[in-house]
């Protein structure tokens, strides 16, 4: 029999209490000021017993407000040079060990690194996405599960960052990696892309600013149907549990492929080497019952979809997607967000907020990129319904209600001037 000890950290459940006796780590950050990094930091930062020193490399300090905890140390480093480059910064910092690097996009420069340098991790934690299952080309089956096979709708950089990654492993056996999938991130940074509670965040503002209801992009298939998304603190809680590895044989087992989705060879569970996990918070989410929540928070009312299609100024037909049968799906948009943020009004009413408020984006630039992002999120036709069956076998039961994290976000959001205070007329959650 295993016993599991867990504990509660504000709105976050159900997570691990490391033993004592845990073995000290040293942890790489690559991207330290990216949304995923910024959380990493600031979990890991809560165990200094365990993490006795945390590396942070970006090319810009991570924006953390009061400064990086006492037992982090920020390396400035460029992961668009060279191999022999970044290895050359990382030996001027003395760094020669490592325990646990986390997290890398420019992966195969890092990993180059590694070798100039001659370090050999533990245990590499790579946080790839939901892309893996090639959510944004169509319906997949549900729920979606670490073993289901790779869709073959198009080339998928995630594939490559596994497959780099795999090979590389195949040279190093002193070294483990383990590989975490969220969906769509909730985060607060003073970078907002691939955020999708940013773009939110200021669409209740200025409908709030503007005195105006809060409509509903989307269509009524994207407001009823089930989702799950991604607190980046609870992310970062997950990816430490997974990099740790505590020894504990009841948790190992064999879970599916080893290369990514449905490839040969074996994938195991956490203590015996390669693994995938889906992250995702564990609370379903949907719009239907999200959306009135959120217009409270604000003091507004809101405007729902009525199902008729007078409603619906664009619908892009999906088909089957990576399914490949059923009745397919199409995505119904109301209106785009990209298209309102873009407008007139809009980048008038936020400068005036920007103005009142000393925020630090005093204009909204890049609507396409960061905007595009809440667009996906909005019109999310079919369920995304991660599977956590293979995560709990592991040993992990964190949880957070999507909701309070999302309101927690946007305080965070407000706390670093990216937007005006969250009213908070009414707050109410299950």
Not at 182 to 201: R, T, Y
Not at 243 to 262: C, F, M, Q, V
Request: a neutral charge.
């Amino acid at each position: 029999m295993t016993t599991e000890v867990v504990q509660t950290k504000g709105i976050f459940r159900g997570l691990p209490k490391y033993p004592d006796n845990t073995p000290q780590q040293t942890a790489l950050i690559t991207g330290a000021n990216g949304i995923s990094g910024y959380y990493m930091i600031k979990v890991l930062a809560e165990n200094p017993q365990i993490w006795k020193k945390i590396y942070c490399l970006s090319r810009r300090p991570p924006a953390i407000p009061g400064g990086l905890p006492k037992n982090a140390e920020f390396v400035q480093c460029d992961f668009l040079k060279s191999a022999d480059e970044i290895g050359g910064v990382m030996k001027n910092h003395g760094i020669t060990h490592v325990s646990q690097p986390i997290q890398d996009k420019l992966l195969a420069n890092f990993l180059g690194a590694l070798d100039v340098t001659s370090i050999k991790p533990k245990r590499i934690m790579l946080q790839t996405g939901a892309k893996n299952y090639a959510v944004h080309n169509g319906p997949t089956k549900i729920p979606q599960e670490e073993s289901d096979p790779r869709p073959q709708t198009e080339p998928n950089f995630y594939f490559y960052q596994e497959d780099t990654l795999s090979a590389w492993a195949q040279k190093t056996p002193a070294t483990r990696y383990t590989i975490a999938m969220p969906s769509f991130i909730l985060g607060a940074v003073p970078n907002a892309a691939m955020n999708a509670a940013f773009p939110l965040a200021v669409y209740c503002a200025v409908c709030k600013h503007l005195n105006e209801p809060l409509v509903f992009p989307g269509g009524f298939n994207s407001w009823t149907t089930p989702q799950m998304v991604s607190t980046s603190q609870m992310d970062a809680y997950l990816e430490e549990y997974l990099a740790i590895g505590l020894p504990d044989s009841e948790t190992a087992r064999e879970t599916g492929a080893g290369k990514g989705h449905g490839g040969k060879g074996k994938n195991y569970g956490r203590e015996e080497g390669q693994g995938k996990f889906n992250a995702v918070d564990g609370a379903l989410w949907a719009w239907e019952s999200s959306w009135p929540r959120i217009a409270e928070w604000y003091g507004l009312p809101y405007e729902g979809p009525n199902g008729k299609t007078d409603q619906i100024a664009h619908e892009v037909d999906l088909g089957q997607g990576p399914r490949g049968y059923g009745p397919g799906a199409k995505m119904q948009l109301r209106f785009s967000t990209v298209a309102w943020a873009s407008s007139s009004k809009v980048q008038q009413a936020w400068k005036e907020i920007a103005a009142q408020h000393d925020l630090l984006e005093k204009e909204l630039t890049d609507t396409e990129r960061v905007f595009g992002f809440l667009d996906g999120w909005v019109n999310q036709p079919f369920p995304l319904q991660y599977s956590s069956k293979k995560v709990r076998k592991a040993g992990f039961h964190g949880f957070v209600d999507s909701e309070e994290a999302l309101l927690g976000v946007f305080e965070e959001l407000a706390a670093i001037r990216m937007v005006p205070p969250v009213p908070k007329v009414r707050t109410t959650f299950e």
